[in-house]
């Protein structure tokens, strides 16, 4: 995998971490009650980073 390719790979990775917060921490402020709050946040954060692990792997390896 090229330079570029990797930027590119990276890029993406962000984004859908990104996105995926975004959208966990909106049902966290309209689902959630204030008490597990913090739990839901930590676990969309977690679930954002082990996609985004998965995916650069599925990137990194494939030929």
Do not use: C
């Not at 402020?29 to 946040?41: A, I, K, N, Q, W």
């Not at 969309?44 to 030929?63: D, E, N, P, Q």
């Amino acid at each position: 995998m090229n330079t570029s390719n990797k930027t590119m790979t990276g890029a993406v990775i962000v984004a859908v971490a990104v996105i995926w917060q975004g959208i966990g921490t909106a049902v966290v402020g309209m689902r959630v009650e204030p008490d597990l709050s913090t739990f839901t946040t930590f676990s969309a954060f977690l679930i954002a980073a082990v996609l985004s692990t998965i995916g650069y792997f599925a990137v990194k390896h494939r030929k």
